[in-house]
């Protein structure tokens, strides 16, 4: 017998989620955003937060801006006990979904070069590498794969 599929859910992130975001921020990126800075985040107009949870529990969250049609993607992370489950190809896919319903027409994000983890999970979601900015991450200088996702497929 296999093992039992954990539920999944997707909501809109909230002022409580702050803390298991901040918490999971602080083990998946370099320049992690801190409490301050998330609460920013949710009262901008312009930004939108999806949050991941299985079983009750916060396991990942992603969000971006949208100006003029665009959704220009903030940030996308899952725990780190939760990683390498296909959960981030599952959260994108849910982020990609809200910035549809809320009108974009296209979706961009970089990610690094060197993170073929991620990069896999936005090309499932359709996804493709329009280019690089190089030299884009402060901390390593690495380039940074500029990727585009359009709803009617076409630029």
Known sequence: MGEETKAITFRTMVAEDIPDV??????????????GMLLNELENELTT??????????????GFW????????????????????????RLTAAMVNKAW??????????????NLAAQKAYLTCGFASEGIRPNYYEDN????????????GVA
């Open 101 to 114: 319903e809320l009108g974009a027409e296209a979706v961009t994000l970089e990610v690094r070069e060197s």
């Open 49 to 62: 937060y999806v949050v991941m949870e299985q079983e009750g529990r916060l396991v990942g969250y992603a």
């Open 141 to 152: 200088h690495e380039n940074a794969v500029i990727m585009w996702l359009y709803k009617n």
């Open 66 to 89: 949208l100006v003029a049609g665009e959704a220009q993607v903030t940030r996308v992370a899952v725990a780190e006990a939760e990683r390498g489950q296909g959960l981030g190809t």
């Open 22 to 35: 901040v918490a999971i921020e602080a083990t998946a990126f370099y320049d992690a955003w801190n409490a």
